[in-house]
């Protein structure tokens, strides 16, 4: 398997043509890639919410009563959550900095070989090398910390959104200070959003960067953002692509699901069984479609490379030195 790889411009149709056939040659090997710690990842998530659904099941089941003044965060039982909300605070923390880091490491490398006509197997995917996996560890510290910032802001200004509605007499004061705190609620989370996107495509090519080129975390940021660079709009349009059919093979999948449950009352009754059944759909959909995005996202930066720097004459030049 020493095909030379077809590296050149391309369009957003050849692109996405090239991923679809990368991703038919090596599905398997792709998806055990990332069950390799999803499917530990989804058994630990599971059992951490099983006190969670339980205290909710009580709540749903025999709800307290609303005095008169009181808001919604009078009666719902908080105190009694917190704990499992920092539990997977935390759980969510280690998923991201490590396992996501280090899973989607593994998947650059084994797409990377695969493209570049070498032989791929799960196990040769993460044998990345521990500078690799600190580097990527140390590079998603910026974007995690900037979306904390964002969560907390958005979380706060959720809770003074909610303390203000509560469950209040229909005063025309009350219901004026109600309509300015969604609106100003709303405003924010669309603004982070929008902040957040940019810096998301900015970065989008941080992990190939470090598994492929060998650089440090910094470098690796630094060199996502240049690629990206000029052609953002287009890793933009790449970006929302990949996301709308991601979204749209989720609602195929999880639609169904939760129809059923719904009909069949177990979504109410047994809160347990649903989040189970939720987070096998949404772990099974991750299985699937994370591998096709980073697909894209890995051919996306060997043609920005090829754009940019004539990478596509480097590695004839390399092989023809080799021959």
């Known amino acids: 398997m020493n095909a030379t790889p077809n590296l050149r411009p391309m369009s957003i149709g050849d692109l996405l043509d090239a991923a679809f056939r990368l991703y038919r040659r090596h599905f398997l090997t792709f998806i055990g890639i990332v069950a390799l710690l999803q499917v530990p990842m989804a058994i630990l998530q599971f059992l951490v919410q099983i006190p969670y659904t339980q205290a909710l099941q009580r709540f749903t089941t025999r709800p307290p009563t609303p005095r008169p003044g009181s808001t919604f965060l009078d009666f719902f039982p908080l105190r009694e959550l917190l704990p499992y909300y920092g539990l997977l605070f935390v759980l969510s923390v280690v998923h991201y900095l490590i396992v996501y880091n280090v899973m ?82 709303f405003g924010l989370v669309l603004l982070l959003i929008l902040v957040g996107l940019l810096i998301y495509v900015r970065l989008l090519l941080a992990t190939q960067a470090i598994v492929l080129e060998g650089r440090g975390a910094l470098e690796g940021l630094k060199r996502s953002w ?17 996301f709308l059919f991601a979204y749209i093979i989720a609602l195929i999948v999880q639609l169904p699901v939760l129809a059923v449950l719904a009909i069949s009352g177990a979504m109410f009754r047994n809160l347990t069984l649903y989040q189970f059944v939720n987070l096998l759909v949404a772990y099974g959909v991750t299985l699937v479609i994370l591998p096709l995005q980073f697909i894209i996202f890995t051919l996306l930066y060997y043609d920005l490379r090829v754009r940019k720097e004539g990478y596509d004459i480097e590695v004839q030049a390399q092989q023809m030195t080799q021959t």
Not at 226 to 242: A, D, H, K, P
């Open 104 to 185: 989607t490491g593994a998947l650059a490398n084994a797409i990377a070989r695969s493209y570049m006509g070498q032989p791929v197997s799960i196990l040769s995917a993460y044998s990345l090398g521990g500078r690799r996996i600190m580097s990527l560890i140390a590079a998603s510290f910026v974007p995690f910390l900037i979306g904390l910032a964002f969560v907390l802001v958005g979380a706060g200004c959720a809770i003074a959104a909610l303390s203000t509605i509560g469950v209040r007499s229909s005063e025309s004061s009350n219901a004026g200070l109600a309509v300015v705190a969604v609106l100003g609620m």
């Open 226 to 242: 240049w690629l990206v660079g000029q052609s953002f709009w287009r890793t933009l349009g790449i970006v929302l692509l990949v």
